[in-house]
């Protein structure tokens, strides 16, 4: 992992990455809640764009309410075929289905 201004790794990645988000940097309407919980797929050609979330760029996200509990929050990240899965203390998030 190289450093960097995407949550702390390098921008141009290449591979997949799930990102716990929990803040709101968009600025004007939003199509979701924060904390939220996403999925890139980058081949090292796309910016991660932070003023808009990365949202068009994620291949799938959803709102998760991980921030701010009483107890620790623990994630899993699974791909079974054809399906990327984020297995927490919420339902499990199915973030992609690739076909």
């Known amino acids: 992992m190289q450093l960097g201004p995407v949550f702390g790794n390098q921008?141009?990645?290449?591979?997949l990455a799930?990102?716990?988000d929990t803040y709101n940097n968009?600025?004007?309407?939003h199509n979701h809640e924060h904390p939220f919980?996403?999925?890139m797929v980058n081949n090292g050609s796309a910016v991660y764009d932070h003023d808009r979330d990365g949202t068009h760029?994620?291949?799938?996200g959803c709102a998760a309410k991980f921030r701010g509990k009483s107890?620790?929050?623990?994630?899993?990240?699974?791909?079974?075929p054809s399906v990327l899965k984020v297995p927490a203390k919420w339902p499990s998030l199915i973030l992609?289905?690739?076909f």
Do not use: K, W
């Open 71 to 80: 107890h620790p929050t623990h994630i899993a990240i699974r791909y079974e």
């Open 96 to 98: 992609a289905r690739f």
């Open 26 to 29: 968009h600025n004007g309407p």
């Open 37 to 39: 919980v996403s999925a």
């Open 57 to 60: 760029t994620q291949l799938a």
């Open 18 to 20: 799930v990102f716990l």
């Open 11 to 15: 921008d141009l990645f290449s591979g």
